[in-house]
């Protein structure tokens, strides 16, 4: 596997099979702007057409591609001739993520389509396996009314919009599974009770089967059990004896295997990880494992300046959380860009707090958009359930909804991921506009007018007992909802730039308020404000604005290529300085 395949690494570690085969590396590639691909059956026919040559899963705006084409495609086609070893059982193909709409043909037969940027999707292709066979994959991303997040239709993007992306920009996969095969399996911890809930789902017949869970802690086995199918949907209870609930000071992981049987027959065969943890609320504060828990994070949008969308190597993810880790961070906002499961696989292990945000800029709240953004939404929180990284749920970021059908879109999707995640805290729609939500997160970027301001301003907030003290930035809450003593974060802030750092990649630079003389005002500055939000007991969590520079914004603790603008231990203090002010009032 490892070799001179790009991103070599198994896509889901958080459900692994040991049969698989990456189809990542050299495919035919070639632009199709005026949408006449289909019409002449280039799926039947790709080495005619396809002529150009791409490194998948880098997408074609990527310096890593191949192509490094950043202006406005409609289309894209991609073909990969390979031949697949055979194998009992049966045959899956699947996509991590393809930008926007999708479909795919295996030798010559259209599997199906696809809508939505983000989200992964798969095909079984058992019987239309051959010695040598020919996958064609068409995606046409017109960037119209849809989920773009922080992608530009523009070739050459400023402020906090950033270079779109166009087609394949996660792993491609083969996976052989059993003739009846776990489809999907979800793991929920329940902390107070010392169990772990696992609910599975079989595809196939399930008579006569039985199926083993296998629970192990640093190599040695803590739980067993075998069950006998007599439903394709399973739930059950396992204890956790053996009790680590996992944090970010203590990231303990779980690994499970679940094995399907036909008596000493292994008909199939998946492994994962969960962290024994609970989120909740309780007296106004986010509570992890029951104790309340103050978030010291920082905004994160997964962008590189080789790859764009994709990270250039799995060390690359490794080392952001890392970086994280070294700040003195609890967490991190991933925003309008779900993660890679690679990064929430580092975050589980490394130990680090994950807000996971849908990329929603771009798509209007119109009604015909609900179930679209439903179905990929969802998808994804599926995708992502078994990760104990994540804390909340953010399919909306600073939407500004004036009609009733736009504030019952966001109410609607925000019920809809409670029903579907209850153990998972969600914020309807980050910054601003709050309707429905269990955190009551707010961008403010005021503070330049000084914390004296700051801090008048929030004890206007104690005094009054409601947020309407802070209508001098932005309405908190939309029109008809009223805060319900929720949990307060300052979920964006700063946003600063210092005089020396200009943009790596030819763009305008863009930060927040003044550029600063050098880091060691940076320094001052981040400790005067954050300090500041720390003695306002309304307040659990800050999040500052950004890990690292993206494109035209310098205002990053490193720069977009990672290197250190600010000495990480020196903010590490601050943030040391930081929970030893709020542990004195929880």
């Given at each position: 596997m490892?070799?001179?395949?790009p991103?070599p690494?198994h896509?889901?570690?958080?459900?692994y099979?040991?049969d698989?085969?990456?189809?990542?590396?050299?495919?035919?590639?070639?632009?199709?702007?005026?949408?006449?691909?289909?019409?002449?059956?280039w799926?039947?026919?790709?080495?005619?057409?396809?002529d150009?040559?791409?490194?998948?899963?880098?997408p074609?705006e990527?310096?890593?591609s191949?192509?490094?084409?950043?202006?406005?495609?409609?289309?894209?086609?991609y073909?990969?001739?390979?031949?697949?070893?055979?194998?009992s059982?049966?045959?899956?193909?699947?996509?991590?993520?393809?930008?926007?709409?999708t479909?795919?043909?295996?030798?010559?037969?259209?599997?199906?389509?696809h809508?939505?940027?983000?989200?992964?999707?798969?095909y079984?292709?058992?019987?239309?396996?051959?010695?040598?066979?020919?996958?064609?994959v068409?995606a046409?991303?017109?960037?119209?009314?849809?989920?773009?997040?922080?992608?530009?239709?523009n070739?050459?993007p400023?402020?906090?919009?950033?270079?779109?992306v166009?087609?394949?920009?996660?792993?491609?996969?083969?996976?052989?599974?059993?003739e009846?095969?776990?489809?999907?399996?979800?793991?929920?911890?329940?902390?107070?009770?010392?169990?772990?809930r696992?609910e599975?789902?079989?595809?196939?017949?399930?008579?006569?089967?039985?199926?083993?869970i296998?629970?192990?802690?640093?190599?040695?086995?803590i739980?067993?059990?075998?069950?006998?199918?007599?439903?394709?949907?399973?739930?059950?209870d396992?204890?956790?004896e053996?009790?680590?609930?996992?944090?970010?000071?203590?990231?303990?992981l779980?690994?499970?295997?679940l094995?399907?049987?036909?008596?000493?027959?292994?008909?199939?065969?998946?492994t994962?990880y969960?962290?024994?943890?609970?989120?909740?609320?309780?007296?106004?504060?986010?509570?992890l494992?029951?104790?309340p828990y103050?978030?010291?994070?920082?905004?994160d949008?997964?962008?590189?300046?080789?790859?764009?969308?994709?990270a250039?190597?799995?060390?690359?993810?490794?080392r952001?959380?890392?970086y994280?880790?070294?700040?003195?961070?609890?967490?991190?906002r991933?925003?309008?860009?779900?993660?890679?499961?690679?990064f929430?696989?580092?975050c589980?292990?490394?130990?680090?707090?994950?807000?996971?945000?849908?990329?929603?800029?771009?798509?209007?709240?119109?009604?015909e958009?609900?179930?679209?953004?439903?179905?990929?939404?969802?998808?994804?929180?599926?995708?992502?359930?078994?990760h104990?990284?994540?804390?909340?749920?953010?399919?909306?970021?600073e939407k500004?909804?004036?009609?009733e059908?736009?504030?019952?879109f966001?109410v609607?999707?925000?019920?809809?991921?409670?029903?579907?995640?209850?153990?998972?805290?969600?914020?309807d729609?980050?910054?601003?506009?709050?309707?429905?939500?269990?955190?009551?997160?707010?961008?403010?970027?005021?503070?330049?007018?000084?914390?004296?301001?700051f801090?008048?301003?929030?004890?206007?907030?104690?005094?009054?007992?409601?947020l309407?003290?802070?209508?001098?930035h932005?309405?908190?809450?939309a029109?008809?909802?009223?805060?319900?003593?929720?949990?307060?974060?300052?979920?964006?802030?700063?946003?600063w730039?210092?005089?020396?750092?200009?943009?790596?990649?030819?763009?305008?630079?863009?930060y927040?308020?003044?550029?600063?003389?050098?880091?060691?005002?940076?320094i001052n500055?981040?400790?005067?404000?954050v300090?500041?939000?720390?003695e306002?007991?309304?307040?659990?969590?800050?999040?500052?604005?950004?890990?690292?520079?993206?494109?035209?914004?310098?205002?990053?603790?490193?720069?977009?290529?990672?290197?250190?603008?600010?000495?990480?231990?020196?903010i590490f203090?601050?943030?040391?300085?930081?929970?030893?002010?709020?542990s004195?009032?929880?």
């Open positions: 490892e070799g001179s395949i991103r690494e896509p889901r570690p958080d459900r099979r040991e698989w085969i990456n189809l990542n590396g050299i495919w035919g590639f070639r632009f199709d702007d005026y949408l006449v691909g289909e019409d002449e059956k799926y039947l026919d790709p080495e005619s057409y396809i150009r040559k791409i490194l998948v899963p880098y074609p990527s310096e890593l191949g192509i490094g084409d950043p202006s406005p495609h409609r289309c894209a086609w073909y990969r001739i390979f031949e697949l070893p055979p194998r059982g049966r045959v899956l193909l699947h996509f991590g993520a393809v930008d926007y709409e479909k795919v043909w295996f030798n010559g037969v259209e599997l199906g389509s809508r939505g940027g983000f989200s992964p999707f798969y079984e292709i058992t019987k239309l396996v051959e010695d040598q066979n020919i996958l064609v068409r046409k991303d017109e960037m119209l009314d849809q989920p773009c997040g922080k992608q530009d239709p070739p050459w400023r402020g906090t919009k950033y270079t779109r166009t087609g394949i920009w996660q792993t491609v996969w083969i996976e052989y599974v059993g009846t095969f776990i489809e999907e399996f979800y793991l929920t911890p329940l902390l107070s009770e010392q169990k772990v696992i599975a789902v079989l595809n196939g017949e399930y008579h006569n089967l039985e199926l083993e296998v629970i192990s802690f640093t190599g040695f086995e739980a067993k059990k075998t069950i006998e199918l007599t439903s394709p949907r399973i739930c059950l396992v204890d956790i053996y009790l680590r609930p996992w944090s970010p000071e203590e990231p303990n779980y690994y499970v295997e094995v399907l049987l036909r008596g000493n027959e292994v008909v199939d065969k998946v994962g969960f962290g024994m943890r609970e989120v909740g609320v309780s007296n106004r504060e986010i509570t494992n029951g104790r103050y978030l010291i994070m920082a905004l949008q997964r962008y590189y300046p080789k790859g764009v969308y994709t250039p190597t799995d060390e690359d993810l490794r952001d959380v890392e994280a880790k070294r700040l003195g961070l609890n967490g991190i991933c925003h309008q860009k779900p993660a890679d499961p690679r929430l696989y580092w589980d292990k490394i130990g680090l707090l994950v807000w996971e945000e849908m990329g929603d800029w771009g798509m209007s709240l119109r009604q958009n609900f179930e679209p953004f439903w179905n990929e939404w969802r998808t994804i929180v599926l995708r992502d359930y078994n104990p990284s994540i804390i909340a749920w953010v399919p909306f970021n500004t909804p004036k009609t059908e736009e504030k019952n966001i609607e999707i925000y019920r809809r991921t409670k029903r579907l995640d209850p153990t998972r805290l969600v914020v729609n980050s910054g601003y506009y709050h309707t429905e939500t269990d955190i009551v997160d707010i961008h403010d970027y005021t503070v330049w007018k000084g914390v004296e301001n801090k008048s301003k929030w004890k206007r907030v104690r005094e009054v007992g409601d309407s003290p802070l209508k001098e932005v309405k908190v809450m029109n008809g909802f009223k805060y319900k003593d929720q949990p307060i974060v300052i979920s964006e802030f700063g946003g730039g210092i005089k020396k750092y200009r943009p790596i990649i030819d763009r305008p630079p863009c927040y308020g003044r550029i600063l003389e050098d880091e060691y005002e940076f500055k981040y400790r005067d404000v300090l500041a939000i720390a306002e007991p309304t307040i659990c969590g800050f999040c500052y604005t950004q890990l690292y520079d993206i494109e035209g914004e310098i205002n990053g603790f490193l720069t977009y290529d990672r290197k250190w603008k600010i000495d990480p231990s020196e203090r601050i943030h040391q300085r930081v929970r030893e002010i709020v004195k009032r929880l």
